[in-house]
């Protein structure tokens, strides 16, 4: 089982000093020596205040402060979780993720989304009722940019009519694309395109809010990953090619019965088909969440033992 990390100052109520580079290289570098295999953070360009009041969060703009992660460590993987190709032109998108895995020296991790919040793609300028198909296109463009970027990618979104000359990222044939959402749909990108899938194992109500279907228990999770290595099969690929991440069960590392729990429900999560958590961190404070991360890495040896 691999671990990623999501920087703490992504949640709600999040300590001011989490949102401070030394805060942010500090940190990082206590995920890579305690065995995290990635950080991650979320992206949130124009959050409204009402998403604010119930329960939304801030965020760093990702891929600024994963290089900046990237410069305070040298093995760390850097994951966007998850960027929304809809907010964003291909090449744009294209050329900050390649910056990244060059930068990092092919560290990236391109953790891609279609997105959920209307009054984001509002104000942004982007039609919220096409996300689907602008993901779907944003998604073959962008791989298709990394392949060849001498072809052009031509559409009425994208333009790109012309050859266009692009930077190549380190990792090829490019970085590897982990794709988020529930549904059908989700795992048809995957199976096509990706190298990882982050589905969301929540209740009607969460799945409802991120605009996605429940997966609500590790049964419900156990039967979307076969039907990922059902389409995968017909595509000639196997589930042995993809990375799996959902959210780690939360635990309280002093309360011994609470780490029995933890170990129960990762090997349950394990068996169903994860091949990676996200875990989040103590929020209260930077030495708060540097200390759960000191505490997590013995948990972490364990699943490894």
């Known amino acids: 089982m691999k671990f990623t990390l999501e920087y703490p100052s992504d949640v709600p109520d999040a300590h001011p000093s989490l949102a401070t580079g030394a805060a942010l290289a500090q940190i990082s570098r206590r995920a890579e020596t305690s065995g995290f295999e990635a950080v991650c953070l979320a992206d949130h360009p124009a959050p409204s205040a009402k998403w604010y009041r119930n ?10 402060a994963l290089a900046f992660a990237a410069a305070a460590t040298t093995s ?5 979780n998850l960027l929304v190709l809809p907010f ?27 997105g959920y919040l209307r009054s984001e793609f509002a104000a942004l300028g982007v039609d919220f009722d096409r996300r689907a198909e602008l993901f779907d296109e944003s998604i ?38 982990w794709i988020g959402g529930n549904s059908a749909a989700a795992r048809r990108r995957v199976a096509r395109f990706g190298s990882g899938w982050c589905p969301v194992i929540a209740d009607p109500g969460v799945s409802d809010a991120i605009r996605t279907p429940a997966i609500d228990g590790v049964d419900a999770f156990r ?3 076969d039907d990922l290595g059902d389409q995968l099969e017909r595509l000639g690929r196997s589930l042995s090619e993809i990375e799996i991440q959902v959210e780690a ?14 170990h129960h429900d990762v090997d349950r999560l394990r ?32 699943t490894r033992d």
């Open 76 to 80: 760390l993987k850097l994951m966007t």
């Open 140 to 177: 073959d463009a962008l791989c298709r940019i990394w392949t060849d970027p001498s072809d052009p990618v031509v559409g009425v979104d994208f333009g790109g009519t012309s050859e266009m000359r692009l930077r190549e990222p380190v990792q090829r044939p490019h970085p590897p694309v």
């Open 271 to 302: 068996e169903a088909g994860a091949t990676s958590l996200c875990v989040h961190a103590d929020a209260g404070s930077s030495a708060a969440a540097e200390d759960f991360v000191d505490g997590y890495r013995q948990l972490i040896a364990r």
């Open 249 to 262: 069960p939360s635990v309280d590392l002093d309360d011994a019965a609470s780490v029995a729990r933890w």
């Open 88 to 114: 964003r032109n291909p090449y744009l998108a294209a050329k900050e993720l390649t910056t990244l895995d060059a930068l990092s020296g092919g560290r990236l991790i391109a953790g891609v989304g279609a």
């Open 55 to 64: 329960g939304g969060h801030d965020t760093f703009e990702p891929v600024v």
């Open 223 to 225: 039967a979307a990953v």
